[in-house]
């Protein structure tokens, strides 16, 4: 397959503005996790999608306001913002749909496959060098996913599988965010994508109102077939505080992997993993299982070992193809036995790897 070309090859990489952002980013999203469960015990996942989205829209908009940015808010693009917004979009719903019937730690230990997923991608999509190293990495994360799910086990359910999806979804989406969003604005994104969660949400809770499904089958997929719900001042507070949290999460996510290679910085994501577990303890008073704890150290190993990997630098392979910042070309014109030829050559500035 060609290595697809990244959209703005002239944008500045800076490392460690992403891996702060990313580390922001994760403590954000476990804040939103932990309250979005809390609020999926009295509403449905499209009732909190709407609503999330809609202060998260509104946050958007004021912070942007209030900064100077409002011409940031309008995408300079429309097709990739919306399919990258469609992948997160069901990320999302995924995720979300499984935290009623699983542990916060079973759920996000489970969805962080999505930062090896993101490694093996990069590879594949954008040209980012992966080694055999990493490819074990990513093999030895894959192994703690399965011991978490049991696929074997009397407690397996096909529940398990939604936050593997949701990890499927959202590597995909970061990885369109590199490719073809690098020079949007993260303003613009955010927007795009908290828009099309809350046309979702809204769509689906307005078929359900015209359409009720049987209460019977309700009952069994609440925080899928049910309706609309009354909203009490608690659950107003969470919502204020997810949107809020969504808010500063997405734009710092958005931003992270637009500075820096995808390889380099989604290893990161895994800081998420010290936050679950206290959750479900503090919160849920519900420590997470042996199996969920070796599941998540096999993950998180998976994680240092690419995380490590991309911190050496690799040489490159012959090409002549690419526009690869670390390779430089040099045009010579040299005269042999009274015949002009051109000769490329093709070399890098780092270190070969051992």
């Known amino acids: 397959m060609a290595r697809l070309k990244s959209k703005n090859k002239f944008a500045a990489d800076n490392l460690p503005k992403a891996r702060f952002l990313?580390?922001?980013?994760?403590?954000?999203?476990?804040?939103?996790?932990?309250?979005?469960?809390?609020?999926l015990t009295g509403m449905s996942v499209w009732q909190m999608q709407m609503l999330r989205s809609i202060g998260a829209l509104v946050f958007l908009a004021l912070l942007a306001m209030a900064i100077g940015q409002r011409s940031k808010l309008m995408p300079t693009q429309w097709v990739w913002p919306v399919v990258r917004a469609v992948f997160m979009a069901g990320a999302y719903v995924f995720f979300y749909i499984s935290l009623?019937?699983?542990?916060?730690?079973?759920?996000?230990?489970?969805?962080?496959?999505?930062?090896?997923?993101?490694?093996?991608?990069?590879?594949?999509?954008?040209?980012?060098?992966?080694?055999?190293?990493?490819?074990?990495?990513?093999l030895v994360g894959f192994a703690g996913v399965v011991v978490i799910v049991q696929p074997w086990g009397k407690q397996y359910s096909p529940v398990m599988l939604f936050p593997a999806a949701a990890a499927a979804c959202y590597a995909l989406g970061v990885i369109i965010t590199r490719w073809r969003c690098r020079s949007d604005p993260a303003f613009s994104l955010s927007m795009m994508h908290n828009f099309f969660y809350a046309l979702i949400g809204a769509e689906v809770i307005l078929l359900l109102e015209l359409w009720p499904v049987d209460p019977v089958v309700v009952s069994r997929w609440p925080v899928l077939l049910s309706g609309w719900s009354p909203l009490s001042l608690v659950a107003v507070a969470y919502i204020v505080v997810v949107a809020l949290a969504q808010t500063m999460a997405s734009l710092s996510s958005i931003k992270a992997y637009q500075l820096a290679d995808a390889g380099k910085i989604a290893p990161l994501e895994y800081s998420y993993l010290a936050f679950a577990p206290l959750w479900d303890l503090l919160v849920f008073s519900n420590p997470p299982s042996l199996t969920v704890v070796v599941g998540m150290a096999l993950i998180t190993?998976?994680?240092?070992?690419?995380?490590?990997?991309?911190?050496?630098?690799?040489?490159?392979?012959?090409?002549?193809?690419?526009?690869?910042?670390?390779?430089a070309e040099r045009n010579l014109d040299k005269n042999l036995f009274g015949t002009r030829i051109q000769i490329d050559l093709k070399f890098s500035r780092t270190k070969p790897r051992l």
Not at 22 to 39: R, W
Not at 303 to 311: D, F
């Open 22 to 39: 990313i580390l922001v980013a994760m403590m954000a999203f476990s804040v939103q996790d932990l309250l979005v469960k809390l609020l």
């Open 100 to 138: 009623p019937f699983l542990s916060l730690s079973q759920a996000s230990a489970t969805f962080f496959i999505g930062p090896l997923l993101i490694t093996v991608l990069a590879a594949i999509f954008l040209g980012e060098r992966i080694g055999w190293r990493r490819l074990l990495a990513v």
């Open 301 to 327: 190993a998976g994680g240092v070992m690419v995380s490590w990997r991309e911190g050496r630098p690799a040489r490159p392979k012959p090409q002549n193809f690419g526009e690869d910042p670390w390779v």
